[in-house]
C-alpha cells in the first residue's frame, strides 16, 4: 500500500527573541509567573519585515534543501495559518509564488492550533488517493499580530514562527513498521467557539480584531479532548503508548503537555518540549518542535512519532507517524 512518507522538514523564526523580562515592561507581570504557570521563558516576535509568508517561505525552502528537492517536484502546497498576509489570496499561493513554482495547487487551512494536524491529514488523503505525490505542508503564524498586548492573560503566551514538512508517496506493507503516516483522526465542536477566538474579521466587524481566551475553560477541556484522538490511534493501530518513540504535542502551555503525557502513560523523556523557548506559536508549533528534535538527532528514521494538537473552534486531532 501507499504511505506518506516525510522526507524533509524545515523551521524559521523571527530575528526578534523576547524574554518574558521584556513583557514585564509592557503589562503587569513577572517572569516568575509566566515560567511558572506557562512554563515559557521567551517567544520569537516579527518585526514589519517578516510576514508568515515570509516565515512559511524560508521553513520550506529548508525542507526542500533537506529533502534533495526543488519547487518543480512539489505537487501541492498547503499551509496551515490564522494569521495570513491577506484575507486572500491564500498565504500558500504566495509561497508557491515565493518559490517559483507554477505548477499544481495551493491553499491555506485554518483549525487554530490544530491546524498542522488537519494540513498535514489533508496532505496524507492527497497522497493515498493518488492526487499528488510530494506535498508541502506547511504551519505559519505572525500570532503578534492579533494580541491584545494589555492582557496580561495572552500576550505572554504566544510567539510566530513557521515550520514545514514534506510528504511523498513511498510503498509500503501495510503494517505498522511502514515508515509514514499509520493513522491520522480530527475533531471539532463548535460549541466551545467562544472560550478562544478573534474578536474581529470582514463579515462580522470589518477588522482584524485581537484574540480573547478563557484560559481556564481551555485547560479543563484540553486533556480530554487530547486524549481522545490519541486513544483513537492505538485503536487504529493496535499500538500503545509504550510503543512510542516521541511524543510531540502542540506546544501550548507545559503543564496541559505534562498533565496529557501523565495521563495516557508516556514517559517524560519521550516528550518533546519547546514551549520555554517559542511560546505558543498556534499551527507552526508542532513543526517547529519536530525541527528541533530532528535536527539535534534525537528523532531517528524509524522512530515512531505522535503527533497531537487542540485549538480554537474547539479543534483537535492526531497523527502517528513512522519516521
Given at each position: 500500500m501507499i504511505r506518506s512518507v516525510i522526507c524533509g522538514y524545515g523551521a524559521a523564526l523571527p530575528k526578534k527573541a523576547m524574554a518574558n523580562s521584556e513583557i514585564e515592561g509592557i503589562v503587569e507581570t513577572?517572569?516568575?509567573?509566566?515560567?511558572?504557570?506557562?512554563?515559557?521563558?521567551?517567544?520569537?516576535?516579527?518585526?514589519?519585515?517578516?510576514?508568515?509568508?515570509?516565515?512559511?517561505?524560508?521553513?520550506?525552502r529548508q525542507a526542500l534543501d533537506r529533502a534533495g528537492l526543488t519547487a518543480d517536484d512539489i505537487d501541492l502546497i498547503i499551509v496551515a495559518t490564522s494569521t495570513p498576509d491577506n484575507t486572500f489570496p491564500a498565504t500558500a499561493v504566495n509561497i508557491q509564488n515565493r518559490l517559483g513554482m507554477h505548477h499544481g495547487a495551493a491553499f491555506d487551512v485554518q483549525a487554530v492550533c490544530s491546524g498542522f494536524i488537519f494540513a498535514l491529514t489533508t496532505a496524507n488523503n492527497y497522497v493515498l488517493s493518488g492526487m499528488a505525490r510530494r506535498v508541502l505542508v506547511i504551519g505559519a503564524e505572525t500570532f503578534s499580530r492579533i494580541l491584545d498586548w494589555t492582557d496580561r492573560t495572552t500576550c505572554v503566551l504566544f510567539g510566530d514562527g513557521a515550520g514545514a514538512v514534506i510528504i511523498e508517496a513511498r510503498e509500503g506493507e501495510g503494517v505498522t513498521s511502514d515508515r509514514g503516516i499509520l493513522t491520522a483522526h480530527l475533531r471539532s465542536d463548535g460549541a466551545h467557539k467562544d472560550k478562544l477566538y478573534v474578536d474581529g474579521g470582514p463579515?462580522?466587524?470589518?477588522?482584524?480584531?485581537q484574540l480573547r481566551m478563557q484560559g481556564r475553560e481551555v485547560f479543563k477541556h484540553a486533556v480530554g479532548m487530547i486524549t481522545d484522538v490519541i486513544e483513537a490511534a492505538y485503536d487504529a493501530t493496535g499500538l500503545s503508548s509504550e510503543d512510542i518513540d516521541w511524543f510531540v504535542p502542540h506546544q501550548a502551555n507545559r503543564r496541559i503537555i505534562e498533565a496529557s503525557a501523565k495521563k495516557l502513560g508516556i514517559a517524560d523523556e519521550k516528550v518533546v518540549l519547546t514551549v520555554d523557548k517559542h511560546g505558543n506559536t498556534s499551527a507552526a508549533s508542532i513543526p517547529l518542535a519536530l525541527n528541533e528534535a530532528a535536527s539535534a538527532g534525537k528523532i531517528k528514521e524509524g522512530d515512531l512519532v505522535l503527533l497531537e494538537a487542540m485549538g480554537g473552534g474547539f479543534t483537535w486531532g492526531s497523527v502517528l507517524v513512522r519516521w
Amino acid at each position: 500500500m501507499i504511505r506518506s512518507v516525510i522526507c524533509g522538514y524545515g523551521a524559521a523564526l523571527p530575528k526578534k527573541a523576547m524574554a518574558n523580562s521584556e513583557i514585564e515592561g509592557i503589562v503587569e507581570t513577572s517572569d516568575e509567573w509566566i515560567a511558572q504557570r506557562t512554563g515559557i521563558r521567551q517567544r520569537y516576535i516579527a518585526d514589519e519585515t517578516e510576514t508568515t509568508a515570509s516565515l512559511g517561505e524560508a521553513a520550506a525552502r529548508q525542507a526542500l534543501d533537506r529533502a534533495g528537492l526543488t519547487a518543480d517536484d512539489i505537487d501541492l502546497i498547503i499551509v496551515a495559518t490564522s494569521t495570513p498576509d491577506n484575507t486572500f489570496p491564500a498565504t500558500a499561493v504566495n509561497i508557491q509564488n515565493r518559490l517559483g513554482m507554477h505548477h499544481g495547487a495551493a491553499f491555506d487551512v485554518q483549525a487554530v492550533c490544530s491546524g498542522f494536524i488537519f494540513a498535514l491529514t489533508t496532505a496524507n488523503n492527497y497522497v493515498l488517493s493518488g492526487m499528488a505525490r510530494r506535498v508541502l505542508v506547511i504551519g505559519a503564524e505572525t500570532f503578534s499580530r492579533i494580541l491584545d498586548w494589555t492582557d496580561r492573560t495572552t500576550c505572554v503566551l504566544f510567539g510566530d514562527g513557521a515550520g514545514a514538512v514534506i510528504i511523498e508517496a513511498r510503498e509500503g506493507e501495510g503494517v505498522t513498521s511502514d515508515r509514514g503516516i499509520l493513522t491520522a483522526h480530527l475533531r471539532s465542536d463548535g460549541a466551545h467557539k467562544d472560550k478562544l477566538y478573534v474578536d474581529g474579521g470582514p463579515s462580522s466587524t470589518g477588522t482584524v480584531g485581537q484574540l480573547r481566551m478563557q484560559g481556564r475553560e481551555v485547560f479543563k477541556h484540553a486533556v480530554g479532548m487530547i486524549t481522545d484522538v490519541i486513544e483513537a490511534a492505538y485503536d487504529a493501530t493496535g499500538l500503545s503508548s509504550e510503543d512510542i518513540d516521541w511524543f510531540v504535542p502542540h506546544q501550548a502551555n507545559r503543564r496541559i503537555i505534562e498533565a496529557s503525557a501523565k495521563k495516557l502513560g508516556i514517559a517524560d523523556e519521550k516528550v518533546v518540549l519547546t514551549v520555554d523557548k517559542h511560546g505558543n506559536t498556534s499551527a507552526a508549533s508542532i513543526p517547529l518542535a519536530l525541527n528541533e528534535a530532528a535536527s539535534a538527532g534525537k528523532i531517528k528514521e524509524g522512530d515512531l512519532v505522535l503527533l497531537e494538537a487542540m485549538g480554537g473552534g474547539f479543534t483537535w486531532g492526531s497523527v502517528l507517524v513512522r519516521w
